[in-house]
């Protein structure tokens, strides 16, 4: 879909996460006839794929996490769902509903759901500061101003490797951090053994530091992951720590905007998660009729 035709079309909601809370509001949200778009990966959560056993789920005797996601997948092709496999980066709300920015496309949308799982909620020192200044979520978007230049990437899942190549033929040298064992071979990429701790820099990225103390010189900075934190996606979101504060209807402080899942807090449970994006579906079409 084109950026034109984004910003001419207003979705009834716009799901962003694509875990069971997500999950759980689109199959509700569908049912009640409602013009969605939805936010996450084919491939759906991580943590529940690789859960090896969950046992407290009702209508399952004891069943792998492989198995219910391939199941939750099924249940989304006969819905007739499609997922919009995006980045999220930010959020604003307008005189009639909200803006989301995904990967540099505009979507409009009357109400929004946050179901992004739990996330830091500032990520590392400094990241949520220099945002725009240095540090961007998405390579495809912003990897063009790093051509010949030196930038350090943190990658979260190998779903993003693609990207981490894109970076490397771009970049004059790529610094790289990752969550499991990677296999880069490119001549200018070098493997950080430290994660990173804190991005360097007060008006433009200047470098990043490791845990270990180390220190290096840097022109931007790329955070790869599965989500972004909350309050740096949509700025004056109440937040109780790591989590997005809702009430018993799953919604924020921001009026038309409900949050579901492990991002509003524990228990991090599947049968929660499935249980608040039911209730954020209700409230969001409860808010729909009102307005």
């Not at 996490?65 to 604003?92: C, H, S, W, Y």
């Not at 010949?148 to 970049?171: D, N, P, S, W």
């Amino acid at each position: 879909m084109s950026t034109e035709q984004n910003k001419t079309e207003s979705y009834d909601a716009a799901v962003v996460g694509g875990g069971p809370a997500g999950l759980s509001a689109a199959l509700t949200l569908k049912v009640h006839n409602k013009n969605i778009i939805w936010f996450g990966s084919d491939a759906l959560s991580d943590k529940v794929e690789k859960s090896e056993k969950i046992a407290n789920y009702a209508g399952f005797e004891p069943i792998g996490g492989k198995e219910l996601n391939d199941r939750f997948i099924a249940q989304i092709k006969t819905a007739g769902l499609v997922l919009t496999d995006k980045m999220v980066t930010q959020i604003t709300k307008s005189r009639n509903g909200f803006t989301v920015l995904a990967d540099n496309e505009l979507y409009k949308a009357k109400t929004v759901l946050l179901a992004v799982g739990s996330v830091p909620p500032k990520g590392i020192i400094n990241e949520q500061e220099m945002l725009g200044r240095g540090v961007s979520y998405c390579a495809t978007c912003d990897g063009f101003l790093y051509k010949g230049k030196i930038i350090a990437v943190f990658c979260g899942a190998q779903r993003y490797e693609h990207e981490v190549e894109f970076l490397a033929e771009t970049a004059e040298k790529l610094y790289l951090y990752t969550t499991y064992e990677s296999t880069f071979t490119h001549p200018n990429i070098e493997i950080l053994t430290k994660p990173m701790k804190a991005v360097l820099g007060e008006n433009r990225v200047e470098g990043i530091e490791l845990t270990d103390g180390r220190k290096i010189k840097a022109d931007g900075a790329f955070f790869l992951r599965s989500s972004v934190a909350p309050a740096t996606v949509f700025k004056g979101l109440e937040m109780n720590g790591a989590h997005i504060s809702v009430n018993r209807s799953c919604e924020t402080n921001i009026k038309g905007c409900f949050a579901a899942g492990d991002c509003t807090g524990r228990p991090y449970q599947i049968a929660k998660a499935v249980g608040e994006g039911n209730v954020a579906a209700h409230g969001i079409i409860e808010y729909l009729a009102k307005e």
